[in-house]
Structures are given as C-alpha cells and as structure tokens.
C-alpha cells in the first residue's frame, strides 16, 4: 500500500467542502427522511472512493476505510463549527435545523470543532500509518479514549437534553458513530504493544525506588488526589464522576505498586477522554449560546481557566510519564512465570 493512498483520503475528506454545499439546498427541498438517506449514501459512497484509492493493493487493517469515513464527517463537523459561529454560511444550514439541531447548542459547537481539529489530525495520523504499515497503537488509543468520552455525553446528552423531544430519524446517524470506535477500540487494543527492551537491571532499579525517591511521580500523585477531590467537589458533572474518580484510584495503586503493565494504555486512553472532555466544557461554558445563568461570571473567568486547564494537563502529563518512561510499569520475568 503506497503513501499516495493516505493522500488521497485527504483529499477526499477535503471533498466534504462542496458536497456539503450542494447537499445543503437540496435538503432545503426535502424532509427529513430523505435528508438522512441521502446522508447515509454520501457516507458509503465516500467508503467505496477509500476502497477505489487502495483497489491494487488493499490494506491488511479494514480501519483504513472507517478512518477515511471519519475523516470526510471530520471536516463536514469543522464546516457545521464554522457555519454556527457565522464565520462561513449556507453550507450545512437546513441540515442542522431539520437532522440534528442539538448541534446548534454550545456543546455541539465544542464537539463539532474538536473532531472537525484534533479528530481530523488523528485519521491522517493513522490513515497515514496503515499506508507505510506502521503502528499506531498509542495515537489509536488516545482517539479511543477521545470518542468513547465525546459518545458517553453526547448521546444521553441528546436523548435527555431540551432537544430530547425532537429525536429526528438522523438520530439513525448515531448507531454506526457509536458502534464502529468500538469495535474499532477491540482492534487496536489487540495490536502488538510496543516492545520495550530494557536490560532487567534497569527495570529492577527503577522498581526498586520507593515513591518518596521519585519525585516527578510523588508530584503525579499529590496532583491525582487533588483531582479527585474536584471531580467529587463538582458532583453534579457525572460524567467526570464515573469515568475520572475510578481511574484516578486505579492510577495512584499504578505509581506506587511496580509492574502495573496496563498502566500506559490506561492512561492513554483517560488523556485522549478528558483532553475532548475539557475542551468542551470549557469552550460550552465561555460560549455566547449557553445561557448566561449557566455561563462563567466575568469575575470567576481566570479561576475557571486555572483550574479546568491544569485538570486537563495532569492526565496528558501522565500519560507521557508512562509512555516514554516505562521501566517502573514493565512486568519482570519474575511477574510473569508468577502469572
């Protein structure tokens, strides 16, 4: 499989720009049913051009065609962003007043714009990867966690939210967003990990060091309990409830015992999940469509920042901690033949 391949699913997701153009006056002339229809041929004939571009030599990983998908709904969600904060118009206008109007709240608007940004660079990144057959384990895993978390707010978001009374047949939309991260997450998770080759003295001294001798992962664990304590101080946000508090329990046991090799790809997976996370509740409660009951008083702004900024770095911090200096979290052949 060649690199020209990876190019040509960027060019194709560059294609959203005038389909979506088009697709928007003839919705105009349609009702919802049809919208949807014709949505979900756009998407399987976008599937099929992926299939046309690698048609002389297929990749062996069928993501490749789920990323190219994602891609073109990548840049299509970057172009809704765009139309609602009126910077652009009369590209997707009908669509969101007829299809899926909860995209016009605020949240929509940070959703939209973070898979339109950081969403979008992950496929390239990973069609890329297919194309030179290279892993991609660590960026797959990370959107994992950044999808998974945009799909666990979203969609009960939708259903109980003020829109929940007009669930559209674009709802329909939703099944394969939600169903293919997941099998797409099984997939990646069983990808080769990355092999570490330490010499087992290197392993056994790092392990050998109490957590008091290391201080970067004594600050790790100060900051994680802190973190606890202000996921459980806003009690009513449960998302950050029931996905944060437990993998911070989980993570303080991973710095302290050595061995933990899950640690790294949990990690992964939490950073990717609150990097979406904060980023949207940030940008929805700055935004000018939230209420202003709901929205940050002028004087709490910079306290706001302060802290939602450093709740969203510790895990990114993490994360590098456990990708590039692995030897505390390495199993030793010891750990092994016990298992």
Known sequence: MSASAATGVFVLSLSAIPVTYVFNHLAAQHDSWTIVGSAALILLLVALLARVLVKRKPPRDPLFYVYAVFGFTSVVNLIIGLEQDGIIDSFMMHYLREAEPYLNTAYGHM?????GSAHYLMYLVMVAAIAWEESYRTIGLYWVGSIIMSIIVFLPGNIVGKYGTRICPAF????????????????IYNQPSENYNYPSKVIQEAQAKGLLRRPFDLMLVACLLLATAFCLFRGLMLAYMFYS???FV??????????CSWMPDVTLIHAGGLA???FSHIGASLHARTAYVY??????KIIFLV????YGILPQLLAYRCIYKPEFFIKTKADEKIE
């Open 295 to 300: 929205r940050v008083p002028e004087e709490a």
């Open 276 to 278: 979406q996370a904060q």
């Open 307 to 310: 802290l939602n900024i450093a």
């Open 111 to 115: 959703i939209c714009y973070w898979d």
């Open 245 to 247: 508090v437990p993998y």
């Open 172 to 187: 329909l939309l939703s099944i394969p967003y939600t169903c293919l991260p997941v099998w797409a997450g099984f997939r």
């Open 250 to 259: 989980i993570a303080l046991y991973g710095l302290v015992v050595p061995g």
